[in-house]
């Protein structure tokens, strides 16, 4: 039996993500202000050209989880009845006639859970081209705030470069700026660990559906008593594990949060 791979807070972060996604102009803005480096004139206009490629992807992969979220309810709602289905089947006539149509429906689920994976792939890679972006600019301001400031402490070496060999003295501003990187570095570690768990869901329920599909397909008429009931239990033996995983997500997950 799979451990379950997603909890509640998954679902959670991944909302969450896209809506930073959404928000990253103001977030660049806000983190500026900080440092004062927007006069107050130019306030809410977003302007900052070393990181209009980074705002262009983030917003290419601000859509995902809005539409997927309910399309994902929808989808474990039509696979369960189908695997429910096709379970009763298997226990009763592996031969009937519905047998069909519910495997077409199962290839379609499959497909779509496959589907779901590669989005939560993408969430994964804009994640990766987008946050540690922003992080960098965020470091390379704070360090000049600090500089024209007179807040650095050099270090003795004379191996690195001043970026890495120097301290900071702390004040208001800057510790705001810090702590502001501090919290963005957080976004992009549950950001990066909920579409991961989530992706790895989707692929585990995929290949259950795949190795039920798999067991039909090789049922037989011709077969023995003993040979064809040892298929269907392994085909429902499958089914079963993807309705628990279902189950437990529609009953405790999908339930509170979308």
Known sequence: MTTHLIEY????????????????????????????????????????????????????????WHSSAKQLRALHQDTKKTLTDMIA???????????????????????????????????IECTRQTIPRFMDFMNVRTYEYAERKRLLVKGKSSNLPKTLNSGVTDESSLASARSSLEWHRRAYNTAILSAGNMGAYC????????????EIHALKPDQSARRLTVSCQSAASAAREAQRLINYTLDNIFRFSI
């Open 9 to 64: 807070d998954d679902v959670a972060y991944l909302g969450f993500n896209i809506g930073y996604m959404e928000k990253l102009p103001q977030y660049i803005e806000a983190f500026k202000i900080k440092l004062d480096l927007v006069p107050e004139a130019e306030y809410g206009k977003y302007r900052e050209p070393a990181m209009d490629q980074v705002v262009a992807t983030a917003r290419q992969g601000s859509s995902l």
């Open 89 to 123: 089947l298997l226990d009763s006539n592996p031969f009937d006639s519905r047998v069909a149509q519910f495997t077409k429906d199962m290839l379609r689920h499959e497909a779509e859970f496959k589907r779901q994976q590669a989005e939560c792939d993408w969430i």
């Open 203 to 214: 692929s585990r329920l995929s290949g259950l559906l795949n190795a039920t599909l798999r």
